[in-house]
């Protein structure tokens, strides 16, 4: 595990008031546009995307600035859309912040030196030619990729194997343990401005799982037991090799993979010829058995780390491999058995077993089980007691409801800290997941069968390669999830067309009272 380097407290200080000041600009701009506008009018809509393009570009003005956490701040924004609907992040923070999955600023060639000699002879590079006496006979100048913690160059090594060489920022740890003095050292003036939340654990929890991800070594070994675990999806699923002797704790040297195809890039897996919805399924099965049977999360599961390429048996098809890249940090869910119950809870939440999903979710979430049926997805909405018609709806398009208020999802944030395992990195993972598969135009109730019959395998005990689910099993988590998904899709648009008529008659109600006051108002 890495260590940060010694904190530069005004370093740190200096980055945070500038995010503020562009966080407060926003703000205003926000409150100044919007103001004297009837929501939902034409003129309100127009200003309110307007505003939204402006805080996009602040937002990434601020993150190619600051690098570091703020990279990974917005890869999370850009990818969790997903998993919350339109109601979650509009689509030009999306927009501005996905280049910042693979295309975030990268550093020049000569500073990443450093680094680079600690596994790596280099010779004079970039300043002279590669020879004979050098680990590589090539190596490009300009990266290919470059993300929050480091950058990727192309390279060739001396017996003509093709290499991704993964080198870490050089002033990033010190960047990183000055933020976190300054976010530590504000701890007790953040609590009092957010109600009583202690945010303390965040900045604990991002510091301890941080120093993993800095230590390229543990990337390393992540990587190779992965690949181990998922050999027998081969050659359907491929995880890079390592080249152990040409990887440090800040250098991590791999197997190239060429004609990568980001998986959440439709057109351009149509374009290549390959099934986009044959390219969901896999993703899916791939990641649910990693979670439902191993246990083992994929803590950065967003575009910038899942490929596809194409491969061919030789039958003249053209099938999808999946690429899975950055190892940097696995969430494990061992812990207090978390893994056993969140494959019941799954089964439970399809089978609207309303007890069970009670008794478990109290276990990962206390009293505010009800949130995390909705959290994991819509269809699980008619599972818990008391539907509201808003919650039917938001259910039917996808999205989180209205009656989820921003405090409930800090409350049970916080509550899941006490479930057991990382509750929160698995839903942070399923979240990039499902954005994905979104993407790619996979029906939810695709994506929700899929982890049920992950989820029956894994309740019978984690394998070393799992067992085929018997067709009974197959047909009844095909007959449970079509049914939930039917039931959601009928009341739905009952739902819609009851709520619509109850506003009607809200806003002819205030209308009539506005009216009322206007003639009184005229007879005074």
Known sequence: ???????????????????????????????????????????????????????????????????????????????????????????????????????????????????????????????????????????DIEPLAAASLAQVHRGVLQDGSAVAVKVQYPELREEMASDLAVFKTMGSQMKQMTQGYDFMWVVEDFEKYITRELDFKLEAANAELTASQLAHLAP????????????????????????????????????????????????????????????????????????????????????PQLVILDHGLYHDLSESDVRLRFCRYWKACCAKDSRAMSELGVVFAGSLERLLPLLLSPLFVLGGTGVSLSELVAASEGNLPDTVSLTDVVDFVMATRHGGANLCGLLHSLGYIRGLLTALGLPESARVRCMLEFALLGERGSAQVPRELSLRDRSWARWTVGKLNGQVQLLAPAAGLALACRKRRRAGAVGALGCCKRRRGAAS
């Open 236 to 319: 359907s699923v491929y995880v890079p090799r390592v080249y152990w002797q040409y990887t440090s704790e800040r250098v991590l040297t791999m197997e190239f993979c060429d004609g990568l195809i980001k998986a959440n890039d439709a057109e351009g897996l149509r374009s290549a010829g390959l099934n986009v919805l044959e390219c969901a399924r896999l993703l899916c099965s791939t990641f649910a058995e990693m979670i439902f049977i191993y246990g083992r999360v994929h803590a950065d599961p967003h575009a910038g780390n899942i490929y596809f390429r194409v491969r061919s048996d030789g039958d003249g098809r053209e099938r």
């Open 1 to 139: 595990m890495a260590t940060l380097g010694a904190p530069n407290f005004n370093l740190g200080m200096t980055r945070s008031m500038v995010t503020m000041m562009q966080f407060n600009a926003q703000k205003q701009d926000y409150d100044s546009c919007l103001e004297g506008l009837v929501v939902d009018s034409a003129a309100y809509r127009q200003a309110l995307e307007a505003c939204h393009r402006r805080g996009a570009d602040r937002c990434a003005k601020v993150t190619e600035m600051h690098r570091g956490l703020y990279v990974k701040a917005a890869q999370f924004v850009a990818s969790i859309r997903g998993g919350t609907g339109d109601r979650g992040i509009p689509e030009p923070y999306i927009d501005k912040l996905s280049t910042f999955t693979d295309q975030a600023p990268h550093k020049p060639a000569g500073d990443m030196v450093g680094a680079l000699r600690e596994a790596l002879s280099i010779g004079r590079w970039p300043d002279g030619p590669l020879d004979g006496t050098c680990t590589l006979k090539e190596l």
